[in-house]
Structure formats: structure tokens, C-alpha cells
């Protein structure tokens, strides 16, 4: 049965970035039917019985996040949209946001209407400078055309959509070091609670949501939660705390395969499938070794990997928000996967994302801002053949110890630096062990880097 | 005299009713400053302060914390290269397109040419990903470079 896109369903049209094409598709149709005939409340509610979960990362279930705001709260509630999309190998925010602008401008449009906020942040990162340009424009045709402003429609709702620019920090989509750098301060995430829906933004409640939940939001108000909850994987009911991972989802494909993508499909595709079948396979005609399922922040899989009492591998686990964790990882995350294959060095993979760390910690915190240093110049070191016997220990050690999960920092960044140590030592240990036994050097390219980064 | 030009000054300004408060109109001025004279001096951070009324230090202390602004000292060139260089980057060649075009522009990474055309940056995953090595010329993807590619691209960028 093939799968008919319905994110990504406008994107290779020629105006699909225009408010011509996207009102010649329906498009706002569904956001001035809810402020004509729709209730606030009965928007959350239905977003709430959708199922849908924040695709950002954390994977919260969106319609209860929204009910944390404060009831009839009488000063401002503020929408920031997060679009700091910086988690390696994502990039599916990006596409949507370039190729079918409007579809997520009425997502905001609705979450807006449904929370009762009047101001929304549009906060992306500043490498998207093409993204940044095709929302201004589509900003600007939606003000022009009653859709945004004051007294929209003539029904006495007001909203604004402003755009943020970032400058190059991932520490910035951690949804509180957002509202710091929003605010103008260094990006600092805050110790929680107070939760952001309590005091978040200029100090008042505050929702932040993710550019795909969004989209997902557009999509729900206009098909009806029969055909969100059509898609994806029912709540475990042996688990009485899974939510489900319904709707269709945007996965993004990258590293070792013939054609890395974004493809948008029910939640629960397998990764194998998702690697072999859309990805096109690895490359040059190898094997896969190893698999990341949802950005480095979740650790690696071990494609070869048998799963206890059955015929599968780790390479079989659905892409779903429970299934990565079923082998070690921390969770789905992004939903992007990045294959490594069989010609390359665990060692030069871990010292990639040990960098990556180093070079993102905010530096509030000792465990982490030491902790991925350090990490980065033992990998270092064992990339130069200099490994010890210890290193591994010592890293699975300090990975271990910092992350909001053994409660040693203030934000996931930690608990996203040292998943991917533990699980690539962990599930490739021997390669380790042999790579510092024979004391073989990796690739090493030293540039000497200006020391202002 | 204001350092800063009346230009410059009102579209700081402008920004300033957007936000519950001044000083988050911190980030935008700094990137108005920056991308028109390549870098922030303190003269423009002592002008920044004084419209969005903060002490320079705020200003300094915010700027200071996301190494993308350059101080004088490190004044950008006309366009800023960045090569990304993590993980899906890092498995397509990332690290060898790196050095071949610090050799090419023969400065080392964070350096700028000597005719002032191209600063070279490494960058962390700049959301390009499906076209692994990608590089960001100011702030716009260029994918699936590979080094002829970007001989190509820095002889188009020389001649700017
Ligand atoms: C270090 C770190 C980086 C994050 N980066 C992003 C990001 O780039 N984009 C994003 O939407 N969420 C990111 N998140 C998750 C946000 O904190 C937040 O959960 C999310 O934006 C909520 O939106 P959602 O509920 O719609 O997913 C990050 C979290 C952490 C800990
Ligand atoms: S855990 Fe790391 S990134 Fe997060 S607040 Fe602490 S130091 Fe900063
Ligand atoms: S890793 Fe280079 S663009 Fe994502």
C-alpha cells in the first residue's frame, strides 16, 4: 500500500511557498472556520484527543502541555515556535519551513487561537537564512491579507508573528535557553520548575512548540483526529503511561546510504526498513554497522545485534517513541537516522560526537561542561593511538554521571552528550578495546583552528 | 558623533516595539551591526546599550556568549564560508573538504584572505544534512560539495 504524504504533500509545487497555492489547496480555510465557529477550548480539546506528541524531541503530548497554562489568565501568554532545528542530522523543520511556509503559519495561527495568545515568537536558527526569507514573505502576504494584525476578520482576534534569529548555538532549541536567548541574555537554560507554561517568556506563560508539531496541528484541525490516530502506533497496554505515537512522521535519512532524504511516514516504520527501502541502501555497496535512530543526542544502534528471544536485530526496531529505547537508546528524539557503515572507525564516530558536545555545552553546569571536554580529549587521545586500557571505563564512567536523568544538570543537553559514548562503547566495545591494544591510529586531520571558537 | 549610522540606528530601533522588553532587541541589533561592518566593536556595543537602555556589559556578556560575533580584531570577511563538520558531513569528507579549502583560500580555519574576500569557519551541523558535505556561504546551503565544487564556488565568491 503506498503512503500518501500529507506534510510534506505540497512541497515540489511550483507556488507552494505562495499564499495563491496554499489557499488554491484549502489552505486557512480550517484556521477561519475554527475562529468563526470553534471555541478556544474545543481547539485544545481536540488537539488533546489527536494524541499528538511534540516532535522536538521530548516527545510531551501537545494538547496537555497547553492545558499547564494558568486558566483565564489576564495579562499576555506568548507562542514561541521552535525552530532552532540544531540536533545533528535533523533537518526536516528546515524543509517545511522553505517549501510550504503557510501550512505551519496556520498551525500557528490555531495553537494561538486555542491558548489565546496574541504574540508569537518565531524563533529560528540563524543558519536558515533562506527559511528566515520565505516566512518574512509569508509573513508579510498573511498581514496583507487580514490573516494576521489586529481584529482578524473582524471577530476581535489579534496576533502578531515575529521572527527570531538565532547565532549559532544548539544550546538555543533547549526550550528555556530558547526564552534566555529570546529575552537577549546569554542562553542559559533555567532550572524547571517553574515550567515555561507557568513563567516562561518576559516572565509570563508561555508554550513552546516544535515547527513539525505544528504543521502536525494544521493537519489535525483539518482532517479530524480519526485520520491522525489512523497512522502510527497505539498506546502499549501493558504500559499504562505510553501515550501512543500516532500520525505520520518526518524522517530524516543521512550519512552512509545512496540518497539521503527526508520521507514522511506512519510512525512505527522499522529502521531497517526505513535505511534499505528509502534511503536506498548503503553506500558503495557495503553493510551498515551501526545506526543512529533519532539524532546523536540518542545513541547508536548495533545493526548486528540480536534481540533477546527472537530473529531480530537492533536494525528492526520501530521508529516510534518507544522503540529506540527498547535497545539502549534514549528515546526517538528527532527521528533522524544516520548510518555509519562497515568501513568506518567507531572511534573516529565517537570522537565526531564527542566534539560536537564539547563544542555546545553551555557551561553552566561542572559535570557537563567538564565532563565533554573531557570526553573529547580522551577520544582524542585514543585517536592518536594513545588510548588506555582505562579510557573506556572512564568514559562510560562520566557519561553515566551527568544529565537531568541522575540529576546532575540543568538541561537534556548532558543526558544527549553522553548517550551516544556509553551506548557506542557499550555495544562496540571490542573495537575499542582493539583499536587501543594495537594502539592503530585513526584518520587524524589537525587543523589548527582560531581559538576564538 | 554616533558611531553607528542613523540607518543603522533606526533599524535597531524599529525593533524595539515588538518586545515586552528592550533588551530583547539584543540578538537582532547585533546582527545589524554585524552583518554591515563585519564585526562588533565596543563603540557599537557602548550605542547598542545606550537604545535599548542596558549597560554595556549586558550587551557584551549576551554577545560574548554565542561566538558568532567578531570582534574587531577579527574583522569577517566579505562573505563567511563555513564548512559544517559534523557527523552526517563527517562521513561524506567533511574533514578532508575542510583542509582542502583552508589549502585553497591558504588560511587556516577561522582565518580571512588577505584581499578581505572570504573568512573560513567550521560549523556544526547546519541542517543540510541530506547533502552531506554542505557548507553555508553567510547564511545560505550550498550541498554536495565536493572539492571541485568548491574551487569552483571560491573562485565565484573571489570575484564578488
Ligand atoms: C539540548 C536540547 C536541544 C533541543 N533542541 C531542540 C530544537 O532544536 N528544536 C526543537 O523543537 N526542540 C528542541 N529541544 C526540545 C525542546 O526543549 C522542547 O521540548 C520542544 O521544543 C517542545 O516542542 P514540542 O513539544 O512541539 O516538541 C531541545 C532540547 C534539548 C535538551
Ligand atoms: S546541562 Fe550542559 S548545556 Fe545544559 S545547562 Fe548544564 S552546562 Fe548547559
Ligand atoms: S551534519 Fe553537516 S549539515 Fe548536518
Known sequence: ?453 | MAFLSDDIRERIQAYIPRYPSKQAVTLPALHIVHDELRCVPNEAIREIADLLDLAPAEVHDTMSFYQFFREPEHTLGQTRLWVCRTLACALRGADDLLEHCSKKLGVPVGGTTSDGKITLEFAECIGACEGAPAVLVNDEHVMNVTHERADALIGELKSR
Not at chain 1, 482578524?152 to 489579534?158: D, E, K, L, V, Y
Request: hydrophobic share 35%; proline share 6%; with cysteine.
Open chain 1, 1 to 453: 500500500m503506498s503512503f500518501e504524504p500529507t506534510l510534506l504533500a505540497r512541497v515540489n509545487k511550483p507556488d507552494s511557498h505562495r499564499l495563491v497555492g496554499y489557499r488554491g489547496d484549502g489552505g486557512y480555510a480550517t484556521f477561519e472556520t475554527a475562529l468563526r465557529d470553534k471555541k478556544p477550548v474545543e481547539v485544545v480539546n481536540q488537539v488533546k484527543d489527536s494524541g499528538l506528541r511534540g516532535r522536538g524531541g521530548a516527545g510531551f503530548p501537545c494538547g496537555l502541555k497547553w492545558t499547564f497554562l494558568p486558566k483565564d489568565h489576564p495579562g499576555p501568554i506568548y507562542l514561541c515556535i521552535n525552530a532552532d532545528e540544531s540536533e545533528p542530522c535533523t533537518y526536516n523543520n528546515r524543509i517545511l519551513m522553505e517549501k510550504d511556509p503557510h501550512q505551519v503559519l496556520e498551525g500557528i495561527m490555531l495553537a494561538c487561537y486555542a491558548i489565546k495568545c496574541e504574540r508569537a515568537y518565531f524563533y529560528i536558527r540563524y543558519e536558515y537564512g533562506t527559511a528566515y526569507r520565505v516566512l518574512q514573505a509569508a509573513i508579510d502576504e498573511c498581514y496583507a491579507n487580514g490573516l494576521l494584525g489586529k481584529n482578524i476578520q473582524g471577530t476581535g482576534f489579534n496576533l502578531d508573528v515575529y521572527l527570531h534569529r538565532g547565532a549559532g548555538a544548539y544550546i538555543c532549541g533547549e526550550e528555556t535557553g530558547l526564552i534566555e536567548s529570546l529575552e537577549g541574555k546569554r542562553a542559559w537554560p533555567r532550572i524547571k520548575p517553574p515550567f515555561p507554561a507557568i513563567e516562561g517568556a518576559f516572565r509570563k506563560p508561555t508554550i513552546v512548540n516544535n515547527v513539525e508539531t505544528l504543521c502536525c496541528v494544521t493537519q489535525i484541525m483539518r482532517r479530524g483526529n480519526d485520520w491522525f490516530k489512523s497512522m502510527g502506533v497505539p498506546p502499549d497496554p501493558k504500559n499504562p503511561r505510553d501515550a501512543g505515537s500516532y500520525g505520520p512522521k518526518l524522517y530524516t535519512i543521512a550519512g552512509h546510504v545512496n540518497e539521503p532524504k527526508c520521507v514522511e511516514l506512519p510512525m512505527g516504520v522499522s529502521m531497517r526498513e526505513l535505511v534499505e527501502k528509502h534511503g536506498g541502501g548503503v553506500w558503495k555497496g557495503r553493510k551498515a554497522k551501526a545506526v543512529n535512530p533519532g539524532g546523536i543526542s540518542m545513541g547508536f544502534v548495533d545493526v548486528n545485534a540480536k534481540i533477546k528471544d527472537s530473529n531480530l536485530t537492533e536494525y528492526d526496531i520501530p521508529l516510534d517513541f518507544n522503540g529506540p529505547g527498547r535497545v539502549g537508546c534514549l528515546g526517538l528524539g528527532t527521528a533522524a537516522v544516520t548510518v555509519v557503515d562497515d568501513q568506518t572507525s567507531m572511534i573516529d564516530v565517537l570522537h565526531n560526537v564527542c566534539q560536537f558536545f564539547a563544542h555546545e555545552s553551555c557551561g553552566q553546569c561542572t559535570p557537563c561542561r567538564e565532563g565533554t571536554g573531557w570526553m573529547l580529549k580522551i577520544t582524542d587521545r585514543m585517536r592518536k593511538g594513545q588510548g588506555r586500557r582505562e579510557d573506556l571505563d572512564i568514559l562510560i564512567d562520566v557519561a553515566d554521571r551527568m544529565g537531568i536523568i541522575p540529576g546532575t544538570t540543568i538541561c537534556g543537553l548532558s543526558d544527549g552528550a553522553g548517550w551516544p559514548v556509553k551506548t557506542l562503547i557499550r555495544k562496540f566495545r571490542s573495537e575499542f578495546e582493539e583499536a587501543i591494544k594495537s594502539g592503530r591510529r585513526s584518520v587524524v586531520k589537525s587543523l589548527p583552528l582560531v581559538g576564538i571558537h
